[in-house]
């Protein structure tokens, strides 16, 4: 008798765990669903994100940017992780694409580096690329190595020469 009780606890408990998991599962995903940034209703008007209602991104509205120094074209910096690279494909996933510029981005790796938001500052990290990533002068970081950007840091990725801006 107290081995068939024990077994029917183990069977309730079973049911029971697989219940709340699915609750679990089922309000984490549909809470995620649920979300939807804030879009203005102004001319050029975009998401959190700086993605305007065309596809474009308004630069103007990110937090922080990079810009090239020899082709004037500005990157916005937008959410707590910015992977910058060189795609080769529609497949390579990148917030900051480099392929479009004149000037170095042919030395740019394919996923070359990351800016990384920690509470209000932001820091830059090497992803292992070929031809490494430099600050003027504090030299070239190590991979993985994070690195405290400051306002007006010049940044070397491959051969591509960008300033870190704030605001």
Known sequence: ???SSYGSRIG???DSDQADTKSRTGSRAASSRKYSPPIST???AGDLFGNSKNGAVDVSSAPAKLVSRGDDLEFGIFGMRTVIGRSKEAADKL???LKKLAHGGD???RRHAEIVLRGGDYFIRDLGSLNGTYIAGSGKLGRDQLYKL????QVVLGGAILQF???
Do not use: E, F, L, N
Not at 150 to 153: C, V
């Open 150 to 153: 400051k306002d007006r840091d």
């Open 1 to 3: 008798m107290a081995a």
């Open 12 to 14: 309730s408990t079973r």
């Open 107 to 109: 030395r740019v790796s």
């Open 165 to 167: 801006r704030r605001g």
């Open 95 to 97: 917030d900051i694409d």
């Open 42 to 44: 102004g001319p050029g």
